[in-house]
């Protein structure tokens, strides 16, 4: 009885980088020899489809046991089994953690847990990644999740620093674990048009801005922290600033303020915009919708409907009214800045820290 044995005998392990990301995208071996066979990797050479076999089988199995490493980057530098170059073992890890754009968009906001795992299937059969790539994308999400909730410090550094990911990667990782925390509306109709880095871009601001995080060593430490308060620094929003909000709220409930608040405005818009007109009647309407945003956040529902609010409170009817981005980024500028001009109106700090994320967001949210 004969038995015949394919053996390859390497020094440094032979990973191709194709191979690889059909193994990551969740093609079977024989789907990824056809591809493979497809982009003429046989061409001007001797090989025969069995070899190709082999060599696309060998390798799925050398990708299968990395695995477990890649699980826990720091592993892979410190293994001895695998002869992998640095700069290859940077290129495994960062491909490994990669994402597709129309997966991530799904899941973004929700609760990484066993019951979003199980929707996983309408989510392939949605977005078209294959549920095997759509499983291990979910699950680098929680593990990332789970690793990073019990560090102190900065988020993304700390991701960068236990992952091994590329500063890009980390900060998009970072706005995922942001979400997915603050469980923030995503899926309603009305932000289908938003992409993820539309949402990645203002968890950026928010973390930068409104968490305990933002404040900074100095200030840090004049706050007495529980264990878990420390742990969270960038991942919760600053329970004091939030509180701090809702004095904002005297800029629509004091007519006078209001209504200097408004001819500020106006004044300085006068002659510089064509939606002029509309933004003179809308201006009561807006500034209740924003500074209505801002007194709410102290309740958890409200936090989760924040991007909502904003686009049914302000951007919708900015657009309705046809403004341009330069007509968005005009109003917000001088409706900012005309606050500090207001006798009566003692809350620039906190006003400016609110303004500055809002005006962020709105500018990357409203698509004309």
Partial sequence: MSVELDVFVVNTTIMDEEVYQLWLDGYTVNDAVKVRMEG???EGCDASAEVLHSDTMDQYRTFQMCERLLHSPVKLANQLLFQIPPHRQTMLIERYYAFDSVFVRE???KKLSKGTKKDLDDVSAKTGVTLKSCRRQFDNFKRVFKVVEELKGPLVENIRKHFLLSDNLARDYAAIVFFANNRFET???????????????????LINNWTVGALGESL????VFSDNMVEDMDVDLEKEFLQDLKELKILITDRDLLDQHKSLVCTALRGKTKAFNEMEANFKNLSRGLVNIAAKLTNTKDVRD???????????PCRSDKWTAGDMRLYLTHYTNSAHVLDTFKHQVVWDRYMGVIKSCILKMYHD
Avoid: M, N, P, W
Avoid at 192 to 204: I, K, M, N, V
Avoid at 306 to 316: G, M, S
């Fill in 40 to 42: 003429g990797v046989l």
């Fill in 306 to 316: 924040f991007f909502i609010d904003l686009v049914e409170k302000f951007i919708e």
């Fill in 107 to 109: 899941v973004l906001g």
């Fill in 187 to 205: 899926g309603k109709k009305k932000l289908h048009y938003l992409t993820f880095q539309d949402f990645a871009f203002c968890a950026g601001q």
């Fill in 220 to 223: 840090r430490s004049a706050f």
